[in-house]
């Protein structure tokens, strides 16, 4: 197989799986306390990728050299979707949440230019501009169907989801500027857990340690999201970075907030209808041009 169709290919799996997370998580945060479900499925997520990486007869080791720059990934790949999202979603709907955070390809594309020298092309700039104008479309409908006090008091929850977007397009441009000298399962193993550790101090000061309430079903959202969510939607987005380009990958994610609307409206009763369905094709139409190089 084509390494570009591939990259398209770990692409799709790592948007599906990002996408159902977003009612998966919502739901969560509804039987469990928040910071504490995340530090608890980052240690999972962590501890099955070091099992991994052991059964495969990967190195698990990090040299000191190494350290900083595999804790600056794992701060901007994994801090930020693990922790500022997880807060916002204490303000904002899945579906909220998710167009918000995938404004991540304007950023991540503005960036690869300077800092890889991925000079944007027509096609590149039309399918960016197409999948956020399908992407604007949806949060122009959200926007206009509430009141304004509503949307003020949204406010925190939408200043902690951009700031997810950015740290996470800085993670992507910094992953392929500068890869880590590691082997795939043990990058990601230490990746989580060192950008799960901030999530265990605030678990300690904010959440009250009581998961008697937690429903099966709660459980396995948990499950979800550390075997899903966390281990394979990862090790396929590090994957199709590696045969993507930064800004080609970047767009296509634009596809996750798509699908997390889809799943929220199937599964949480969301909103879904017209808007929804006209913002899925001009999502697909933008991706499937950017992808054309």
Known sequence: MKPRLLGFLFLLVTAFSWGLNWPVLKFAL???????????SGLGAAALMFGV???????????????????????????????????????????????????????ASLLAWPVLGERPTANKVMGLAIGL????TLMAGQLLSAPVSALVEKLP?????????????????????????????TSLA???????????????FY??????????????ALGYVV???VCLSYITWFKA?????????????????VIGVLSSGVLLGEPLGVRQLTTLAMTVTGVALASRG
């Open 157 to 185: 929850g939408v200043g902690f989801i951009m700031a997810t977007a950015l740290m996470f397009a800085c993670g992507a441009v910094y992953t392929k500027k500068y890869p880590l000298n590691l082997p795939p399962n």
């Open 30 to 40: 509804g039987e469990w306390p928040p910071f504490t479900f995340r530090f608890v």
């Open 53 to 107: 990486a052991l059964a495969r007869g990967e190195r698990i080791g990090v040299s000191r050299r190494q350290l900083p720059r595999v804790a600056l990934a794992g701060v901007l790949n994994i801090t930020s979707f693990m922790g500022l999202a997880t807060l916002a979603l204490l303000w904002l709907s899945a579906t909220e949440a998710a167009i918000i955070a995938y404004t991540m390809p304007i950023w």
């Open 241 to 257: 970075l590696k045969l993507l380009p930064a800004s080609t990958a970047a767009i296509g994610t634009l596809m996750v907030p």
């Open 207 to 220: 959440d009250r340690w009581d998961l008697s309430g937690v429903s099966a079903l709660g459980w396995g």
């Open 190 to 204: 230490w990746q989580v857990l060192i950008g799960s550790l901030p999530l265990s101090l605030v678990a300690v």
């Open 227 to 229: 075997v899903i969510a």
């Open 133 to 136: 104008g399908g992407v604007t």
